[in-house]
């Protein structure tokens, strides 16, 4: 899917970001080539652990972020 859209909308992956907080999102924004951030919400499940792929690992309760502002922009 990351590949379709970079392709139909010209996104340069090499030069994004894929942001997500599943050990799944981490694992696709790197096979696509994008520069990764990791939420940690403690799920509980495998946190990513791909050390040849850097990935920023960022906790929610170090954020404040209001998801309806996020949709928005």
């Not at 340069?12 to 520069?35: E, P």
């Not at 403690?42 to 170090?62: A, G, L």
Request: with cysteine; proline share 3%; glycine share 4%.
């Amino acid at each position: 899917m990351i590949l379709d859209f970079a392709k139909k909308y010209s996104i340069d992956l090499l030069n994004s970001f894929m942001i997500g907080d599943r050990s799944s999102d981490i694992k696709a924004g790197n096979l696509a080539g994008c520069k990764t951030i990791f939420i940690d919400r403690n799920y509980s499940e495998n946190k990513p652990t791909d050390q040849h792929q850097p990935w920023i690992n960022v906790w929610m309760s170090c954020l404040k972020f209001d998801h309806q502002t996020a949709v928005k922009n």
